[in-house]
């Protein structure tokens, strides 16, 4: 019998493999659309524009569906979208149907986090960092394909539509007959709003993710670019860059969790911040295409275990229903996300690549400063000294 956690595994595998397709085909798409990089990143910030919507105004919709109904339609959308947008080469039909499949992700990043943690607390055992771990295997899995693709000149169109009866048969059987996590027994019972208002934790977990999750975006949309501008390199050599950031990425988020059992949060994630910052700093430098992949390995080792970290703190904290702090989390952490990849764009077409992907290193910073706020036992003893001094 399938136990739970692998049928949720694999939904987060398929999430990111029909995601990863799509990404990993980017600098052909930028040659098929005749796009400089600043066009670019306008059209990935439709995404998380779109995405950012759905965060907003979906969480509701989310409930009413359950996380299965979710699983299959927003997944199964997301690739059908991609197939248009790999198809096109009118600029403004690619921006709007990425817009839409931004929306299909947001409702994905929703309904797979939630999910996620209440199989934590169903059955006892922290599986959040393995969860995205699976993520990053399917990306890995994704770029792998992408890269043979574009060695064998396979258009991004055939492709899309390549990856997408293995994403829609594969949901679907992923999902049929599973039965859902039950709903944690919330001592809160607020309801979400149009916009979840970020408490102060959660502001302080957002000041914790920012660099990491602008890292690990760059990582994932711009390496194969940055490999094919500063290398005379050829198209599996310039995918290699996007293969080995999400391997090592999928590695270090498979294995995390009795590591961060063992260690604590904060010390992880203060180590984890500062190889980011080793490899982002190896990026902008990189003489040679070795140094540079090795840079993005780091990259992806450092940034992987972050915004996990902060997903699970966000839905443990007792405040309010897990649903609402994990989405409070998403739109804001998101809001990055919205402006982060235009602006990566258009930092690449003024000051070049290696300028675009070394732009995180100040929210990296603010991520180690903020990174104690992990310990929550230590925030409540604070929270609760504060109150006797009053």
């Not at 990404?23 to 670019?40: F, K, P, T």
């Not at 295409?289 to 450092?302: D, P």
């Not at 904290?317 to 989390?329: G, H």
Request: hydrophobic residues 55%; positive net charge.
């Amino acid at each position: 019998m399938i136990k739970p956690q692998h049928r949720i595994f694999a939904i987060f595998f398929l999430f990111a493999f029909g995601l990863g397709s799509l990404l990993s085909r980017l600098a052909d798409i930028q040659i098929q659309l005749g796009i400089q990089e600043g066009q670019l990143g306008i059209s990935l910030m439709c995404s998380s524009f779109g995405m950012l919507v759905f965060l907003t105004l979906g969480p509701p919709l989310v409930e009413r569906l359950g996380t299965k109904r979710t699983f299959i339609l927003a997944n199964i959308a997301m690739v059908a979208l991609y197939i248009v947008v790999a198809g096109s080469n009118i600029y403004w039909v690619v921006i709007g149907t990425i817009f839409l499949s931004g929306l299909m992700v947001g409702a994905m990043e929703i309904s797979i986090n939630v999910e996620a943690d209440r199989l934590e607390s169903h059955i006892g055992r922290r599986i959040m960092n393995r969860c995205h771990g699976f993520w990053s295997f399917g990306f890995f899995g994704a770029a792998l394909i992408g890269g043979l693709m574009r060695h064998f000149d396979v258009t991004p169109l055939w492709h899309m539509a390549f990856v997408f009866p293995l994403v829609a048969i594969g949901t679907i059987g992923a999902v049929l007959g599973q039965q859902m996590a039950p709903e944690k027994p919330d001592s809160n019972t607020q309801k979400q709003g149009i916009f979840t208002k970020p408490t102060p934790f959660i502001l302080a977990l957002c000041a914790v993710s920012f660099g990491a999750l602008i890292a690990e975006g760059a990582g994932i949309d711009w390496s194969t670019i940055y490999m094919r501008d500063s290398f005379e390199i050829g198209e599996f050599a310039q995918s290699s860059s996007l293969i080995a950031f999400t391997l090592v990425m999928a590695l270090t988020r498979f294995f995390a969790d009795p590591v961060v059992e063992k260690y604590g949060t904060v010390i992880m994630a203060r180590l984890s911040i500062s190889i980011t910052i080793v490899g982002v700093s190896l990026v902008g430098v990189a003489p040679n295409f070795w140094l540079a992949v090795i840079g993005f390995m780091l990259l992806g080792m450092g940034s992987s275990i972050i915004y996990p970290l902060a997903v699970s703190a966000a839905a443990r904290r007792k405040d309010r229903p897990a649903s609402i702090n994990v989405a409070s989390l998403a739109q804001t952490a998101f809001l990055v996300f919205f402006i982060g990849p235009a602006s990566l764009g258009f930092i690449a077409e003024s000051f070049g690549i290696r300028m675009a992907l070394m732009a995180p290193l100040p929210l990296l910073v603010l991520g180690l400063v903020f990174a104690g706020v992990l310990d929550e036992t230590r925030f409540a003893q604070a929270k609760k000294a504060a109150k006797l001094d009053i």
